[in-house]
């Protein structure tokens, strides 16, 4: 849905007349930019009166024809976010249009596509390349990241997994770099951004061979980070992207008491697939032993499902399965 900067206010009005439940309904329907203009335009209005109100909604409720200014409530722009997207993808996104982390410069960017916003930032400082992707979306800083060097990439990405906030100082740095001026610079607070999940979340979308590259370096400069960047980037439920083929081979190597473990704490959809994947009467023990097995420690369930992604992995290496997910696809 593309909106201009008129459509974005208006929609946004409309929105705060229809209240938190509604106005959530309707935003988990949009994606996350879309969501970041609405909710950042919601926070402008501050109060909208009533000429203007029926000029976006003619006769659309009865608060408002009696002429009632709608107030953009810090709270209610807080609570339909997070009622929308869920609490964790809903506090980064409150942050940013709330406590004003992001800038201006920032918001360009993100309407630029990756080519362009490469060729401008490639020259900048690591660290500033860093803060500057994780303020945009995973998909857009990972097609980003293509269009750098082997060298640059490697870099980017160590500081991202290393970075644990984003400092005032830091923003104002970033702004200066981007030539704008940095809108409430006195009262940011520091922003949760930045970190292994975000690094992870991005290489998502570099491609495999980058992303073996980018590992392979930051394994040089600390394995345990490395294994947390990877842990983070292919997770039990990711076993949905494998095709049927690959999960046969995984199976083979799999021993029934682990999978039985790791299947507790997996979809009705990942169960399925597996199941399809087996023989019938192997399905059927297979589900028999998974309603009879009692009550297992969750950290039980994660160790088990953790050792089967060790042999996901270890064949993937061995290119004998494809591991799926956003990366770009392979051609053998």
């Given amino acids: 849905m593309a909106m201009n900067d008129e459509g974005v ?15 959530a309904e309707v935003l988990k329907h949009l994606g996350p930019r879309e969501v970041q ?40 722009i807080r609570g339909m976010l997070t009622k929308a997207l869920g609490d964790d993808r809903a506090a980064n996104l409150i942050s940013r249009i709330l406590q004003g982390g992001d800038t201006a ?11 362009t916003v490469a060729d401008l930032i490639k020259n900048e400082h690591p660290q500033i390349i860093a803060t500057i992707l994780v303020h945009l979306e995973f998909d857009h800083s990972g097609d980003i990241l293509k269009h750098f060097t082997e060298r640059l990439r490697n870099e980017v990405i ?21 030539t704008r001026i940095l809108s409430g610079s ?3 607070k520091k922003t949760a951004m930045g970190g292994v999940r975000t690094a ?16 392979d370096n930051v394994r040089e400069y600390d394995p345990d980070l490395a294994q947390k960047i990877i842990d983070e980037m292919f997770v039990f439920e990711n076993l949905m992207d494998v095709d049927d083929r690959g999960i046969q081979l995984l199976l083979r190597e799999v021993q029934s008491e682990s999978l039985i473990l790791a299947l507790k704490g997996s979809s009705e959809a990942l169960r399925e697939k597996i199941f399809k994947n087996m023989s019938q009467r192997a399905a059927e023990m297979l589900r028999e032993d998974l309603e009879s097995k009692g009550p297992v420690r969750l950290s039980e369930v994660e160790r088990e499902q953790k050792e089967i992604l060790k042999i996901a992995r270890r064949l993937a ?6 591991l799926g997910g956003k990366g770009e696809e392979a051609y053998v």
């Avoid at 160590?158 to 740095?173: F, K, M, S, W, Y």
């Fill in 9 to 23: 206010t208006k929609s946004a009005m409309l929105l705060l007349t229809l209240g938190e439940d509604q106005a």
């Fill in 37 to 76: 203009k609405l909710g950042t335009a919601m926070a402008a209005l501050k109060s909208v009166p009533r000429d203007k109100v029926e000029e976006v909604v003619d006769k659309f409720h009865e608060e408002t024809q009696r002429g009632a200014p709608i107030t953009a409530d810090e709270e209610v």
């Fill in 105 to 115: 410069g920032i918001e360009s960017l993100k309407w630029m596509d990756s080519a």
């Fill in 158 to 178: 160590l500081r991202i997994a290393t970075l644990d906030g984003v400092q005032p100082t830091a923003l104002q740095e970033l702004n200066d770099a981007l």
């Fill in 186 to 188: 006195v009262n940011i």
């Fill in 200 to 215: 992870a979340e991005i290489l998502n979308f570099v491609g495999t061979a980058h992303e073996t590259s980018v590992i």
């Fill in 317 to 322: 290496d061995e290119g004998q399965i494809q």
